[in-house]
């Protein structure tokens, strides 16, 4: 028996509904799936409603955005060159998703899009590129504006001929229209994602980009000194040895494993449940949670 740990609905930036993603879980054998929507707590009513119906084990979640810089703080020596800052998501795990201080971090979380996109959209312009913000928004459909919504509208009008180029050219950490967004610290990212009663736990770690695994540990054993609870060993960007390292470190600092596709439906090629997560790994996740609202 397997589930998923790491799913995005329309109210993202994936493209199934949040209330077919369980009986889609169910078609692909999956005992248990987590919804995690970048920055947004808005699919899961519908999700958890769906869940009961398709009986299936489910696990409210988000995905918050959040500043890695202070993970190369402490790393740096004064010879080295300023790293490329990597991609810091923390996964928030059995959330409460009417917790004030969780809705007052999307708010922000948004506001910062809302300032960004329309930033990017203008290089793009002035790249020559005829696209309007009202057109990417339409293509969301949903509650959250990102880089895939606008890559999809450069795509749709021929500019790009995949998402791929879209993000290699223009959208990526180093494209020619990208605008840095990440408002959030780790430490207001962990503390929100407890005040609503979650888990906190590292995202896809390899996104970091941190190139040793010593900056690695001392990275981890940071967010743990900010009460991080986990960190995500089966990831579709992981390769086995990857997933055997983070299962290491995750074991000396005593933090609960978790697991997932990270499945976006037809915005990426991987399918829901194909990174065969054991249902163990939910129910050890699920225990960790009982531990935390009982203490
Ligand atoms: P945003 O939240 O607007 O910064 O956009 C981030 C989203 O873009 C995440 O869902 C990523 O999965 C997706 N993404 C990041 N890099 C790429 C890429 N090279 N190709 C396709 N999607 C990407
Ligand atoms: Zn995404
Ligand atoms: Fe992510
Ligand atoms: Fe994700």
């Known amino acids: 028996m397997y589930c998923d740990l790491h799913t995005h ?10 209330g077919d993603l369980p009986r889609l879980a169910r078609q692909a054998g999956l005992s248990a799936i987590a919804l995690t929507d970048h920055d947004t707590t808005a699919g ?15 696990v409210p979640g988000i995905e918050l955005s959040a500043d890695p810089a202070i993970l190369h703080a402490d790393t740096l020596t004064d010879t080295e060159p300023p790293p490329r800052l990597g991609t ?17 971090v999307q708010a922000r979380l948004r506001e910062a899009r809302e300032q960004r996109n329309p930033q990017m959209i203008a290089r793009l312009n002035e790249l020559g590129m005829d696209i309007h913000y009202d057109e990417v928004i339409e293509v969301a459909g949903g509650d959250i504006v990102g880089r895939p919504h606008i890559g999809q509208v450069m795509m749709q009008k021929g500019y790009v ?3 791929h180029e879209a993000f ?6 180093r494209g020619e229209a990208y605008v ?3 408002r ?6 962990i503390a929100a994602i407890h005040e609503a009663d979650g888990l906190a736990v590292l995202a896809h770690p390899t996104q970091l980009r941190l190139d040793s695994p010593s900056k690695l540990e001392h990275a981890v054993a940071r967010l743990k000194t900010l009460g991080l609870d986990g960190i995500e060993t089966r990831h579709s960007d992981h390769a086995p040895r990857d997933t055997q390292r983070f299962a290491s470190l995750a074991d000396k600092l005593g933090l609960v494993t978790t697991g997932g ?5 037809s915005r990426k090629t991987l399918a829901l449940g194909s990174q065969k997560v054991p249902l163990a790994v939910y129910e050890n996740l699920l225990q960790a949670h009982r531990q935390r609202i009982s203490a």
């Open 9 to 18: 609905s329309t109210a993202s930036d994936g493209t199934d509904a949040p």
């Open 44 to 58: 899961l009513g519908e999700f958890l409603d769906a869940a009961k119906r398709a009986r299936i084990k489910a």
């Open 88 to 104: 810091l998501h923390l996964l928030g795990y059995f959330i409460r998703p009417d917790a004030p201080h969780l809705i007052e």
């Open 161 to 163: 001929k995949s998402i």
């Open 168 to 173: 290699s050219r223009y959208l990526g950490g």
């Open 180 to 182: 840095r967004k990440d």
């Open 184 to 189: 959030l610290s780790a430490q207001d990212a």
């Open 261 to 265: 596709s990270d499945y976006h439906g």
